[in-house]
């Protein structure tokens, strides 16, 4: 009924007029109205503030002060960098004024603000320094695009404010590139938790359960048997502390006074009752123990296949003192740094409560970016050697070069000093000509003028003389 009302409709053909009309007339008005709020938008955008949408804020709009922006971009972006130990000599930025020589044609920009080239050693991935980069950028209410080389995996990084414009130039760009030539100050570090019976099993399954950087010191108490089974279940690195005590100290595992078989015996023992245990950690109790006891002890557990940590191989990162402190992690990162800069091997333990557990980590993730690296003590015996040969491999190659851009220097230097020389030779040489030439005196014109007129009085002078005489004669 309806279909047909609407093809009767259509066959007057000043009804089809009167619809396309419409059509038009609506058509238009939409195309005008979006014509007015894309200008009353523009309208709104000003010089130093654009709106943008920030991912972090749920998409809502976000203003950006540009010339905040630009005061903060290129400092926050290097205190990044060196959150990975990226050195200031590893940046450069392209077109400064500093480094671009005088009279020179400007370089191309490619970037409002700027464009930095960036070097980061082989061992950092691009990954982790684009991730914390962008995440700084969103912190301004900017946006970030990567290209990434699908070889190298060198990237470029573009920040822009979100500005679809045609033409806009990013506010920056860095180029991210690896090279083999630098590297960071780094280190292998075994950290041996040895208070882990402190933890209930359920805050084990909440903070230790998937750090697998760190080894525990297993407890032996048949008391603790959750927790033992947590930590097994959980294939973490654990180690067992025995004691070493004097000949009569009958409280500690082994003491000065036992005889081989004694040892022998304990070993034994020891292997039966934990057979899943490699490593023990040896804590002499006593001043008075023989190094050749610890020996013995030693060679028993090797007969094991157990692997055994002296107490004197551990690192002292703290005092009695900083052990109380509430800057303990705080010193415990310092000192750990400090110590990774010269000793390419850690192996140290410390006592971290269920408390301060987030901020120790935090703590280890902060080293970690700087390229220290951290393992269990099973992995941390199987690298180490190998980890040391390298970093000496790396320093001898470093030190190479530095000799290499020292002697190249002096080279240089010398050049310099002999180009130098020659020109102040050669001044010294105009200087002689120049005076020499102030010395040689030419007489005026007028005084040859007047020699001429001397000499020509004298002639005149003996031609008339003898006139004289003749005179005289003839009177």
């Known amino acids: 009924m309806i279909i047909s009302k609407i093809k009767e409709f259509f066959k007057s053909f000043r009804n089809k007029v009167i619809v396309i009309v419409a059509l038009i007339v609506v058509a238009s008005a939409l195309l ?98 684009n991730a914390d980069v962008s995440s700084y ?40 590139i690896h090279s083999d030539k630098i590297h960071r100050e780094s280190s292998i570090i075994c950290v041996i938790i040895n208070n882990v019976t402190d933890y209930t099993p359920e805050e084990v399954d909440k903070l230790l359960i998937n750090k697998n950087e760190f080894s525990f010191v297993f407890p032996r108490n048949l008391d603790d048997i959750n927790l033992q089974n947590k930590l097994l279940h959980s294939k973490k690195d654990v180690i067992i502390n025995m004691t070493v005590g004097g000949k009569d100290n009958y409280e500690t595992d082994f003491n000065s006074g036992m005889d081989e078989k004694t040892i022998h015996d304990r070993v034994k023992s020891f292997s039966i009752d934990f057979p899943t245990v490699p490593t023990v950690l040896l804590t002499k109790k006593d001043a008075e123990v023989p190094p050749q006891v610890m020996t013995a002890i030693t060679n028993d557990f090797a007969t094991y296949k157990i692997k055994v940590i002296n107490d004197f191989e551990l690192v002292q990162l703290l005092t009695n003192a900083e052990e109380e402190s509430n800057e303990k992690f705080n010193v415990f990162k310092v000192n750990l740094k400090n110590k990774g800069a010269l000793a390419k091997s850690i192996l140290t333990a410390v006592s971290v409560s269920k408390d301060d557990f987030a901020k120790f980590y935090d703590d280890v993730l902060t080293l970690k970016k700087l390229g220290y690296k951290f393992y269990n003590f099973s992995d941390f015996a199987s690298k180490k050697d190998e980890f040391e040969k390298q970093e000496q491999v790396k320093q001898d190659k470093a030190k190479e070069e530095k000799q290499k851009l020292d002697e190249q220097k002096k080279l240089s230097d010398q050049k310099k000093k002999n180009e130098q020389k020659k020109q102040d030779v050669k001044k010294k040489e105009q200087k002689k000509t120049d005076t020499k030439k102030k010395d040689v005196k030419v007489p005026p014109q007028k005084k040859q003028t007047d020699k001429k007129e001397t000499i020509k009085k004298k002639t005149e002078t003996k031609k008339t003389e003898p006139k004289k005489k003749t005179d005289v004669k003839k009177k």
């Open 32 to 129: 005008l109205s979006k014509f007015v709020l894309n200008k009353d938008t523009n309208n709104d955008r000003s010089i130093s503030t654009i709106i943008s949408d920030s991912p972090d804020d749920n998409n809502k709009p976000r203003k950006i002060d540009i010339e905040q922006v630009k005061a903060m971009l290129s400092p926050g972006i290097d205190s990044v960098l060196r959150n990975f130990g990226i050195k200031n000599e590893w940046i450069s930025v392209a077109g400064d004024e500093k480094t671009q020589k005088k009279g020179s044609k400007p370089v191309n920009k490619d970037a409002e603000l700027f464009t930095k080239n960036i070097l980061i050693p082989a061992d950092l991935s691009t990954i982790e320094v």
């Open 137 to 176: 950028a969103r912190s301004l209410g900017l946006r970030s695009s990567v290209n990434e080389d699908i070889i190298t995996k060198d990237i470029e990084l573009f920040i822009s404010t979100g500005d679809t414009t045609a033409g806009r130039l990013p506010l920056a760009r860095l180029n991210i």
